[in-house]
């Protein structure tokens, strides 16, 4: 049998084997047949791949959770603060004790600042109601938080976000004094 069709042959067994449309041991076995002993290991390197991509959804996943808890249930302002703190605190745990290198901790840590951000926002808009003042305040708590933890992880994007926050929030002052 010529080479072409033996690759297409062990890369359409290497596809079943991954989709599991037959058992694992009938592809190795067929792998082992079709590759004379020397079948490639391919598939661990995708399986590994599969993995990481799946520590990923989670960070990801709390801003559109935490969005739909807070604006499109009908829940009590108190189970709403409850919820933004538990998310937070997720936020703050998966950063710090899941994900301490790599692309997920980086996510994590955005994903805890922009949490953070959200629920001191609603809180405060909730509690002193049409006080623009405080949620002014509020805002530039956050991005003083934002700064300092970029300076102190040395983190770019947390220094140039914070930094870009406050500019808006003295704009957006300024647009209302005027």
């Known amino acids: 049998m010529d080479e072409k069709r033996k690759a297409i042959i062990v890369n359409e067994i290497m596809t079943w084997k ?9 592809c190795d076995y067929l792998l082992t047949l079709y590759t004379e002993g020397n079948h490639p290991q391919q ?8 993995a990481f991509q799946k520590q990923y959804i989670l960070p990801l996943l709390l801003i559109p959770i935490y969005v739909f808890f807070f604006y499109f ?5 108190d189970l709403q603060i409850v919820i933004a703190v538990l998310f937070t605190i997720m936020g703050i745990m998966l950063t ?5 290198k790599g692309v997920q901790y980086h996510i994590a840590l955005i994903m805890t600042g922009l949490l953070l951000l959200l629920s001191s926002a609603e809180i405060a808009t909730n509690f002193m109601g049409d006080n623009i003042i405080i949620l002014y305040v509020v805002l530039c708590l956050n991005c003083l938080l934002w700064i300092i933890t970029g300076k102190k992880l040395r983190l770019v994007y947390f220094l140039i976000s914070g ?10 002052i300024l647009i209302q004094i005027f």
């Open 43 to 50: 598939s661990k390197s995708k399986k590994i791949k599969k």
């Open 163 to 172: 930094y870009l926050g406050l500019v808006f929030v003295v704009i957006s």
């Open 18 to 26: 991954e989709n599991r449309m037959l058992p694992e041991q009938y």
């Open 96 to 100: 710090y004790y899941f994900f301490k």
């Open 73 to 77: 249930t009908e829940l009590s302002f």
